[in-house]
């Protein structure tokens, strides 16, 4: 919503195609993007096709009520990519209802030696700047563990405090 508020400034108009039946982010972007008069939402619907040789010239679009649909598009801004990529280690770590990993606050997961940073990580807030952070934790929790082979996992879910001194 906020990308598609930003575009509207531009665009004449912008089409935000949502697979879901209904915005799911915050009230207050939700409220502006009803209000702003050149967003209009396809709920329902997913996109199967962007259209267009050496330009973007369409995209094709499905939903269960109305079938395949040809948008006359110029331009298409993808917002994809919230999804983590945490198959592979869910027989290692218990992960959490979304599927992220949950670890402590020195990137620590409850296995030894296993560190998760950036959006996989429970708790995550999805930013770039928090992803280069935890990398940086977890590179230092590393380097503490090969030299002394302590991993005091703390489960900070347990009671919300810290476990003060690093490793
Ligand atoms: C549409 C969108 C817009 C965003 N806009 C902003 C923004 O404006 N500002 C902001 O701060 N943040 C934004 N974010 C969030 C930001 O992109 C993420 O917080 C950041 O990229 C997380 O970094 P990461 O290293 O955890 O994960 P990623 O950047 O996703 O990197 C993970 C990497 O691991 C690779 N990978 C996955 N599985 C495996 C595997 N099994 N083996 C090997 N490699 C693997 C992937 O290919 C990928 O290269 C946005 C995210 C999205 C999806």
């Known amino acids: 919503m906020q990308e ?7 665009a ?3 089409i935000i195609v949502q697979r ?5 982010g915050q009230a207050c972007y939700r409220d502006r993007v009803n209000a702003q008069q050149n967003i209009e939402i396809r709920f ?24 395949n649909c040809d948008l006359e598009v110029a331009a298409v801004f993808a917002y994809v990519g919230l999804q983590p990529n945490t198959e592979f280690v869910k ?9 992220r990993i ?11 030696g296993i560190c998760a940073a950036g959006t996989v990580r429970s708790r995550s807030p999805h930013r770039a700047v928090s992803a280069a ?18 991993w005091p996992f703390y489960d900070s879910a347990r009671d ?5 001194e690093h490793g």
Do not use: C, Q, W
């Open 133 to 150: 952070g935890d990398g940086a934790s977890a590179a230092v929790t590393l380097d503490r563990y090969l030299a002394d082979g302590a």
């Open 20 to 24: 879901a039946g209904a915005l799911t």
């Open 44 to 67: 329902n619907t997913v996109v199967t096709a962007i259209l267009g040789e050496s330009t973007v010239t369409g995209l094709r679009t499905h939903s269960a009520s109305g079938g």
């Open 91 to 99: 027989n290692e770590v218990t992960l959490d209802p979304s599927g």
């Open 102 to 112: 949950p670890t402590d606050g020195f990137m620590r997961t409850k296995l030894p």
């Open 12 to 14: 004449s108009k912008v």
């Open 160 to 164: 919300g405090a810290g476990p003060g």
């Open 4 to 10: 598609a508020l930003t575009l509207a400034a531009f």
